[in-house]
């Protein structure tokens, strides 16, 4: 059974740092890229990065790209997400999900982990 | 960017049809992916490659893209379908994925 334990979301100040974690099982980690998904209060989803299997390709949403840094240690099946310089607005519930085949769909997902940020 | 257009909300009644449409600048040339999300709860991949269904995912949910619009529909709606449901489509020129902003299917 393939799972997805998202960790690490917390309150923190604008401007401030946060580091996430997803632990993988039940799956070969290190064949399948990885993402990050988020959703904003009363909003809808929104994607927010990819990692490759062998972290070869990152990419970002506008939204976070030179803000956040995502990376994987496929020797722990674990995946990251470095949230620097954060504002109001980063303020969502994110999801680790790891994708499909294809790498361009959203194939099992995390239980998400909340993030704050306000003063 | 790209950019998928859903409508806000769809009502139908048990045992109906339900027809959820996502639209995009030719929508027909991508693959097209649809979630389902309940409140407090992770999102659940329920058609990908707009028409394949993950195992698990009942008949009663099917998927299509063509003429501009890609369609999820829902035979026999039940209460427990009711949720939030969001498109997605890989945007080839800039290596995103992209959300539509999601329909609320209330069953009534």
């Known amino acids: 059974e393939v799972l997805l334990v998202d960790s690490g979301g917390n309150v923190v100040k604008p401007g401030g740092s946060l580091r996430l974690s997803c632990e993988a099982s039940g799956f070969t980690f290190n064949s399948f890229g990885m993402n990050w998904v988020r959703q904003a209060p009363g909003r809808g989803l929104e994607w927010v990065s990819y990692i490759s299997a062998m972290s070869t390709y990152m990419y970002y949403a506008d939204s976070v790209k030179g803000r956040f840094t995502i990376s994987r240690d496929n020797a722990k099946n674990s995946l990251y997400l470095q949230m620097d310089s954060l504002r109001a607005e980063d303020t969502a519930v994110y999801y680790c999900?790891?994708?499909?085949?294809?790498?361009?769909?959203?194939?099992?997902w995390g239980q998400g982990t909340p993030v704050t940020v306000s003063s | 960017s790209y950019v998928l257009t859903q409508p806000p909300s769809v009502s139908v009644a048990p045992g109906q049809t339900a027809r959820l449409t996502c639209g995009g600048k030719?929508?027909?040339?991508?693959?097209v992916h649809w979630y389902q999300k309940k409140p407090d709860q992770a999102p659940v991949l329920v058609v990908y490659?707009?028409?394949a269904r993950p195992s698990g995912i009942p008949e009663r949910l099917s998927g299509s893209n063509a003429g501009s619009t890609a369609t999820l529909t829902i035979t026999r709606v039940e209460a427990g379908d009711e949720a939030d449901y969001y498109c997605?489509?890989?945007?080839?020129?800039?290596?995103?994925?992209?959300f539509g902003g999601g329909t609320k299917l209330t069953v009534v």
């Open positions: 997605q489509v890989w945007d080839n020129n800039n290596d995103q994925r992209v």
């Open positions: 030719n929508i027909e040339s991508k693959s």
């Open positions: 999900a790891r994708s499909g085949d294809s790498a361009y769909f959203f194939e099992y």
């Open positions: 490659d707009d028409s």
